[in-house]
């Protein structure tokens, strides 16, 4: 993994950095904004707290794992989180096109990267 965005990821997990960026990952270009695995973990929960039983129970654990996250070191990074995030591939409009979305991508499979957000308008 490039020690750059090594260093922009560990920052986002260990200091709540966020920085616009768009990856290159295997053709496809994923733009957002960093964010911590904790927030990410957080959001999760948040979105699954409402539903069923197993919705629930699922949301209770990704609560657990996000602390677990933040009072982790985290000095090996094996996933990149995203906020606001689309995914481009070719010309074609982003997905999701009408509304954005957290993203997690393996750090690994991360081809290239620039600083900044693409924006199809």
């Known amino acids: 993994m490039d020690n750059l965005l090594l260093t922009f990821v560990k920052a986002a997990n260990q200091q709540d ?12 270009l994923v733009t957002g904004t960093t964010v911590s695995a904790q927030k990410y973990l957080e959001s999760i929960s948040r979105s699954l707290e409402d539903g069923n039983d197993v919705s629930q129970s699922i949301s209770e654990k990704l609560s657990k794992a996000s602390q677990s996250a933040k009072e982790s ?3 090996e990074i094996k996933f990149i989180h995203l906020k606001d995030a689309q995914v481009y ?11 954005k979305f957290f993203w997690r991508g393996k750090a690994e499979d991360v ?8 924006d199809a308008k």
Request: proline content about 6%.
């Open 89 to 99: 591939n070719g010309d074609s409009l982003p997905t999701p096109s009408e509304e």
């Open 73 to 75: 070191d985290q000095d």
């Open 111 to 118: 081809d290239g990267f620039f600083l900044g957000k693409i």
């Open 17 to 28: 950095f966020s920085l616009d960026i768009t990856l290159n990952v295997n053709g496809a």
